[in-house]
């Protein structure tokens, strides 16, 4: 009985539990679900599938035929109305069989690309998974290939970053590996590689850089080549950036260490052992004059939209370059005219060291129309209109402006910043409100007053004005300004006042897309010279050449409004012409290196630069007594260019005037202590306008201590260009001592 009632007891209480029990079961379902067991089974299979479908692939995929890179065809280069302007596609390669490579310089490239290269199979498990995380963690596509890999990727495959490529590439390697030598697959693999200069393969490469045969190379020679493969651009040592040149040190170096490592170079010999520099770049046939820089330019921009120069040398490309013929022939002609016919490059060193680059734009549709890259390749292999190592000057003074009407800026005392604004113009005046100490001089240490106009200190470039202004918009923010209206960061773009002088490094094509952005009312132009690219197997995305609202309508217009007193009454007074209406800057940097002069019409924006370069060490130097004058600034050849240039292209068309009809305008009274006005929206910050002048009319260059008053904006015009030149202004021998503004800090 006892029994029989302890049985019906635990009956009853697990009937109690059991909704509580299947409770928890179903809570650990999904974990019951999801076992150790379960998924290390998931996985396994997954691995055995993969195995099996690699294994698949292995039996089905025959191998390929070689690619168009090694059976290379010709690229054609075209003007923007569709005619032919060359022809490139003769391949620069010479085929080495393994013997003819010394064995030293075979194990630097081992060193350089894959030291486990004769042992391993044709791919690296260690090395795939290492490429895999870099590419993961963003630290790029690269990393994992060994030699074979590479090596079937140039020969048979192509330069894409896909699942399907690479997939092809890791069984195509294993079978290489297989049925092939390893000197073969070596050979083969520096016969087909590119190493910039035009250069396919060993023998080509050490003919274009060191003008040798492959079995003259030195050791420290074979280095540089091996090192290049990583960056063929941006390892040249002719046209790289100080960072590239770093760059191509550190991997110079990074090879030579790893053949200690491999026991191929003793110790004491690799540390005796220099850089060795290469030789100067020579340009192919065909690309004399300044299509060798044109073609530069496009394929440049070609590599900013991913298709790499391993690719372009391929060939089969037909590319359209906006480049207009009448207008290169006129920029040609006029640097021509007003700068070379005046130079004696022989017999002054000065003249031995002028540069002259120079970028034409529509700011209606964002192409480089015109392009001056200097005098040819042979000469001179950098493109003076694309190089980034000298500064803009006093040209990026607008920008600070603009920033400040953009943001809302006010002064130390909180007085709106407006083309009326009075500062003080007194030479080495130190700014105030900074926690970097910046006192810089005006042009031959000019006092201008304490009480002088933004637009008096924009037409005469009072330095200590805007090196105020900028600490007062915010040196971070006046950045961010420059940023979006199209300048880079290339270096030197330090957060400080001494940037209100244009101490960062820039181009003439950053400096028209700025200036076209003005042009364009404020919607961002982004300067492109290719208009098409067609290429049977390869798709080319264009740039986006108009872009968004970057600054205010408002904001353009008033920037635009206060350049024209620049060109009438300023330091652009040398471009003065009843034929057209311009607005523009000029600037100056630190010790005459270089000399700017970025303006524009309606139609037009035009960037025209001198550099000092020393021939041959490529040191920056003076400009001062080029063509035996004096300061050679902006105001002085680079304006007689871009007037010589403007007036040429603009004959005989119907030329408008500027649409400024939302700029700031009308005449701000001074008193002895300007108290603060108050702060106004962005809807009621243009005063009332005062009457329209003419430009017979139009005030003459005020005094220093009057503020600017400037017309009101005009309704669009079209007028038919005269090509009677204006009154011309003082013969000039290259001095430029008229210039009102002062060096930028070096960088």
């Known amino acids: 009985m006892g029994r029989a009632e302890a049985r019906r007891g ?41 195995m099996a479908g690699l294994i698949g692939l292995y039996y089905y995929l025959p191998e390929p035929k070689p690619n168009e890179q090694a059976t290379l065809q010709s690229n054609i280069y075209r003007w923007s109305d569709g005619t032919v302007m060359a022809r490139t596609g003769e391949l620069n390669r010479v085929i080495l069989k393994i013997d003819d490579i010394p064995l030293p310089l075979q194990e630097e490239f081992i060193a350089a690309e894959n030291m486990s290269f004769r ?42 970053q896909t699942v399907t490529r690479k997939l092809k590439e890791l ?39 060191y003008g040798v045969d492959v079995n003259k190379l030195t050791l420290e020679q074979g280095a ?48 005796a052992m220099q850089f060795p520099v290469p030789i100067k770049p020579k340009p192919a046939p065909g690309m004399e004059g300044q299509k060798g820089y044109l073609i530069q ?5 070609l590599n900013r939209q991913g298709v790499k120069d391993e690719a372009i040398k391929a060939g089969g490309w037909d590319i359209t370059l906006s480049i207009e013929k009448k207008k290169q022939a006129a920029l040609e002609q006029a640097v021509q005219d007003e700068l070379e016919s005046k130079l004696d490059r022989k017999d002054r060193k000065v003249d031995a060291a002028v540069q002259a680059g120079a970028t034409s734009v529509d700011p209606k549709t964002g192409y480089v129309v015109a392009m001056y890259g200097g005098q040819g390749l042979k000469e001179h292999w950098i493109n003076n209109a694309t190089r980034q190592d000298y500064q803009p000057g006093s040209t990026f003074k607008p920008i600070v402006f603009a920033s400040a009407l953009q943001n809302g800026a006010t002064t130390q005392d909180g007085r709106p910043i407006t083309p009326n604004t009075v500062y003080d113009g ?32 924009t037409n005469s470039s009072v ?73 049977e197997i390869r798709a080319y995305e264009p740039v986006e050449r108009i872009g968004d609202q970057v ?11 206060v350049l024209t007193g620049v060109v009438r009454n300023g330091s652009g007074n040398a471009v003065e012409s009843s034929a057209y209406d311009a607005a523009g800057k000029t600037g100056t940097t630190e010790s005459n290196k270089a000399a700017w002069f970025t303006a524009y019409t309606p139609e037009l924006v035009t960037v025209v630069a001198m550099f000092g370069e020393e021939p041959g060490t490529g040191t920056q130097v003076t400009l001062t007594g080029t063509a035996g004058g004096g300061r050679a600034g902006g105001s002085s050849f680079p304006a007689d260019i871009w007037r010589a240039y403007t007036l040429e292209v603009l004959s005989g068309t119907g030329t408008s005037e500027f649409d400024l009809e939302d700029a700031i305008t009308g005449k701000v009274e001074e008193t002895e202590d300007p108290t603060p006005t108050p702060t106004k929206s962005k809807k009621d910050k243009s005063p009332t306008p005062t009457p329209t002048k003419s430009k017979k009319d139009r005030d003459p260059t005020p005094t220093p201590t009057e503020p600017t008053e400037d017309p009101d904006p005009k309704p669009t015009k079209t007028r038919t260009h005269k090509p009677d030149k204006p009154t011309p202004t003082p013969t000039k021998t290259g001095g430029g001592g008229d210039e009102p503004e002062d060096d930028a800090p070096a960088a």
Request: no cysteine.
């Open 171 to 209: 069984i195509i390697s294993i079978k290489v590996d297989q049925g092939m030598e390893k000197g073969d697959i070596l050979a083969g693999y520096m016969n087909t590689s590119y190493y910039g200069r035009g250069a396919y393969g060993i023998q080509a490469a050490a003919q274009a850089y």
């Open 119 to 160: 042992e391993d199979q044709g791919v690296d498990i260690k090395g795939l998974a290492r490429g895999l995380f870099n590419t993961v963690t963003g630290k790029g596509k690269q990393g994992g290939s060994t030699i074979t890999q590479q090596y079937v990727k140039n020969y048979y495959l192509n330069q894409d």
């Open 10 to 50: 635990q009956q009853r209480r697990g009937a109690r539990r059991a909704p509580r029990a299947r409770q928890r079961d179903g809570k650990s379902g999904i974990r019951r679900f999801f076992t150790w067991k379960r998924v290390l089974g998931t996985v396994l299979g997954a691995f055995l599938l993969g």
């Open 426 to 457: 007194t030479s080495r005046r130190p700014v105030v409100g900074s926690d970097t100490p910046f006192a810089p001089q005006n042009q031959d240490d000019h006092d201008y007053g304490k009480r002088i106009t933004v637009q008096k200190a």
């Open 297 to 301: 330019a496009a394929e440049a921009e």
């Open 463 to 535: 330095n200590s004005v805007y090196a105020q202004m900028l600490v007062d918009v915010g040196p971070a923010t006046v950045k961010k300004t420059a940023l979006a209206l199209g300048m880079k960061d290339r270096g030197a773009f330090d957060e400080k006042p001494a940037m209100a002088l244009g101490s960062m490094q820039s181009t003439t094509v950053d400096m028209a897309g700025v200036y076209a952005t003005f042009d364009r009312h404020g919607k961002k132009v982004t300067p492109s010279i290719v208009k098409s690219a067609k290429n």
């Open 224 to 271: 540089y080549l091996a090192a290049l493969l990583q960056s063929p651009n941006g390892y040249d040592w002719a046209i790289a950036t100080p960072r590239g040149k770093a760059f191509a040190k550190e991997r110079w170096n990074y090879v030579l260490d790893n053949m200690v490592k491999m026991g191929k170079l003793e110790q004491g010999k690799r540390t």
């Open 551 to 561: 600054i205010d309508r408002s904001t353009a217009d008033t920037v635009t409004k």
